[in-house]
Each structure stands twice: as C-alpha cells, then as structure tokens.
C-alpha cells in the first residue's frame, strides 16, 4: 500500500506563488507514477502533472509554465510550485500515486489539500 499526505495549502494572492508537498510512505518501490491534480468547485478533478519511475515528466496544456512538479532523489516526497497564481487556481489539490501490487494498478490518493486565490 502508499499513503500520501498533503501539505502547504492555503490562501495566497493573485500573482503569488504557492508550493504544495506530498509524503509519500508505504511501498513506494511499487509506484509507477506520481502527479498532482485538482478539481475546482463544480468542476471535474483533472491532472496538473505527472512523473513516471523513470523520471518523465508530462504537464497538462492549462499550465503554461507556471507550475513546476518536482520529485525528491530518495522519492518521499512529490512538491508542487504554482508560480503566478490566478483565480482560476482556487481549487482542491490532490496527490495521487499509481503502484502495481499482485500483478494490477492500484490508484492511491492523498485527501486533498485547500488552495484559496484571493485577488
């Protein structure tokens, strides 16, 4: 199993930025691809990005350079930076992993974590 726990939401101004951090535990060995979505209030939840175990990244055409997704060497921990932030960011942001266990995808996700944009 992997357990994700979301840190560093808040509320930020119009033009700011924001990082959001993801703890990765468990079996981490097993996780194919971690990433970060959002789903904003009577929105669907959609991918911001992703990182695969070999290190690729893929972006989601909406993010236009102002986020960065980062994983740590060692894998405990998948940050966001949201740079230039704007209403449309208000949202809840979700870490999500994909790991094999017994021969199958599992999908894990975190509990989410609040993002306010003020203007």
């Known amino acids: 199993q992997v357990q994700l726990v979301e840190s560093g939401g808040d509320s930020v101004q119009a033009g700011g930025s924001l990082r959001l951090s993801c703890a990765i535990s468990?079996?981490?060995?097993?996780?194919?691809?971690v990433g970060w979505y959002r789903q904003a209030p009577g929105k669907q939840r959609q991918l911001i990005a992703d990182i695969t175990r070999s290190g690729k990244i893929t972006y989601t055409d909406f993010t236009k350079g102002r986020f960065i997704i980062s994983r740590e060497s060692a894998g405990h921990q998948l940050d966001l930076e949201i740079n230039n932030v704007v209403q449309e960011d208000t949202a809840k942001y979700y870490c999500?992993?994909?790991?094999?266990?017994?021969?199958?995808?599992?999908?894990?996700w975190g509990q989410g974590i609040q993002v306010t944009v003020s203007s």
């Open positions: 999500h992993a994909s790991a094999w266990f017994e021969g199958y995808v599992h999908e894990f």
């Open positions: 468990g079996d981490d060995d097993s996780i194919a691809v």
